[in-house]
């Protein structure tokens, strides 16, 4: 399940956006970096030796979407790591963030010419009835996807594959997000976004498009999507607004401010703070970093 913070309810949904700029702002040596998180990964066995050998030496032979669009730890465990903010993932995997950026904003500059100027994206899910609710609340305002956010153009795929089955969890609400995006926003806000059909390990299979983190969407409405099985199933419909809306710049504007001082993992730690997650700040203390 992708993380998702609401503006007015969560205040989370202010300070992500900073964490975002914070971790692109990091430069670690990615070399180093990469042996660290094989070395711990075989340490915890978190994943096969075979799918370690291959990251050791093929990392730099493949893309960092083919990475994370394949069968291999790296998806479950930095979304995990986004979701729950855990440090000692997202040190690990700072790196893999970083290259996953980049990629997709260079990728993002190469299609532009190619892409139409409005279209629209969908994603399946299951929220749980917590969530549910805040975005029932959240109508009209503005919402944020906290990782990267996976996404197709063909609606069929989204709502069999992934909206329909979360309903068989009675906890969870099987939800469509319908999400109509302006190319012209996105370029004007820097939310980049790629075609991945070419350059992901599933060419062509699920016409997908990926979009880089905390991207912010507005609430427009919310309709039950008929079902003979279930009344747990709901369409939502977004549009993209980026960093271009007045809500989001008033709530951000001052609190940016705050940390122009420090840079890197220091300022990573002061936005943890502030989001009342002292611990977790000075773990990245003790860290070195």
């Not at 670690?28 to 340490?43: F, G, P, V, W």
């Not at 409005?118 to 609340?137: A, N, P, Y």
């Not at 302006?182 to 699920?206: H, L, M, N």
């Not at 840079?263 to 936005?271: E, K, L, P, S, V």
Request: proline share 2%; hydrophobic share 35%.
């Amino acid at each position: 399940m992708i993380s998702i913070s609401f503006n007015h309810i969560d205040p989370l949904f202010m300070y992500t956006q900073l964490l975002k700029e914070a971790l692109l702002d990091i430069e670690d040596d990615d070399a180093k970096s990469i042996k660290e998180l094989i070395d711990n990964c075989r340490l915890q066995g978190n994943a096969s030796e075979a799918t370690l050998n291959k990251m050791e030496e093929e990392y730099r032979s493949h893309s960092s979407i083919w990475w994370y669009t394949g069968p291999y730890f790296i998806y479950s465990m930095l979304n995990y790591g986004l979701r729950q903010m855990d440090v000692d993932i997202i040190m690990k995997l700072g790196f893999f963030i970083r290259h996953l950026h980049n990629h997709i904003t260079q990728i993002h500059h190469e299609q532009q010419a190619t892409m139409p100027k409005t279209f629209q994206v969908f994603r399946g899910q299951g929220l749980s009835m917590e969530d549910f609710e805040k975005i029932k609340k959240t109508k009209g305002g503005l919402m944020s996807f906290n990782n990267f956010l996976s996404t197709s153009r063909n609606r069929e795929i989204s709502f069999n594959r992934f909206a329909r089955p979360a309903t068989k969890n009675p906890n969870s609400v099987g939800i469509l997000f319908v999400m109509n995006i302006d190319t012209a926003i996105c370029r004007k806000s820097s939310t980049p976004f790629a075609e991945v059909t070419q350059v992901g390990y599933y060419k062509d299979k699920e016409e997908e498009i990926l979009f880089s983190t905390y991207t912010i969407f507005r609430i427009h409405g919310l309709e039950r999507i008929e079902d003979k099985n279930t009344d747990r199933l709901w369409q939502v419909n977004l549009t993209i607004v980026g960093n271009q809306d007045d809500d989001f710049n008033k709530l951000t504007a001052h609190l940016r401010q705050q940390f122009t001082w420090v840079t890197g993992w220091a300022r990573f730690a002061d936005i943890l703070i502030e989001l009342g997650e002292s611990e977790k700040a000075e773990h990245l203390s003790w860290s070195g970093v």
